[in-house]
């Protein structure tokens, strides 16, 4: 996994409530278990009409919003089924952070082992970044986790809060097998002494 590193980049406003996993990644882009190629389908039934052509409407189509690597969401982001598919195609989009009010609890962990930064802040707060959005391309939000600290392009700060050992994990790059092998010394030890003690095993 990679380390999480301080973002300077635009940010999409998404203000619809309770988007649950299967509008971010519909079930039909299920069928892989690689973490790549998913971008397309990202929020498919609202980026594409029937036709396959260009919802217009939708933010991540309109030119400003392209670029986003920040998206700034409605209550209750993630929501439905707890398929870790949500964030791999946040990420291959290229989302690295998401900001709302709350997150669904298995969502919300599954972007730390991913290597994507959820924020959660109160309601006037992302009110105010929603503002900020709609400026598009002309305005950036600036996120620093070592920091806690979120800034806009006019210079206001907002701070936040995250669990100490979700901020290390994404600061250094650590996923759940990388936690593991951490350990590898003390594993290899442990194993070594087994075996000594019962070689029949």
């Known amino acids: 996994m990679e380390k999480f ?39 498919s039934e609202l980026r594409y009409n029937d036709d396959g052509t260009e919802n217009k409407d939708f933010v991540l189509n309109k030119s400003q919003y392209k670029n986003a690597k920040i998206l700034v969401a409605g209550d209750n ?3 439905g089924s707890s398929r870790e598919h949500a964030p791999w195609a946040l990420l291959d989009y290229g989302i690295k952070v998401v900001i709302s009010t709350s997150f669904a609890d298995i969502f919300y962990n599954n972007c730390f082992k991913n290597g994507m930064l ?18 598009g391309s002309n305005a950036t939000l600036t996120v620093d986790l070592e920091s806690q600290e979120i800034t806009t392009s006019d210079g206001n700060k907002i ?4 669990d100490k050992f979700l ?26 002494k087994i075996k ?6």
């Open 5 to 43: 590193k301080n973002i300077t980049a635009v940010a999409a406003p998404l203000p619809e409530v309770n988007v649950d996993t299967d509008k971010i990644i519909p079930k039909q882009y299920l069928k892989t278990i690689e973490r790549t190629g998913l971008g397309k389908g990202l929020f």
């Open 196 to 201: 000594s003690q019962r070689p029949w095993l």
């Open 77 to 79: 982001f993630g929501c």
């Open 167 to 192: 901020k290390h994990c994404l600061l250094n790059g650590l996923d759940d097998i990388a936690l593991t092998l951490e350990k590898n010394s003390e594993i290899g030890s442990y194993e070594d």
């Open 118 to 135: 959820p924020i959660v802040l109160d309601e006037k707060e992302v009110s105010l970044l929603m503002e900020e959005t709609e400026r």
């Open 159 to 162: 701070n936040f809060k995250i």
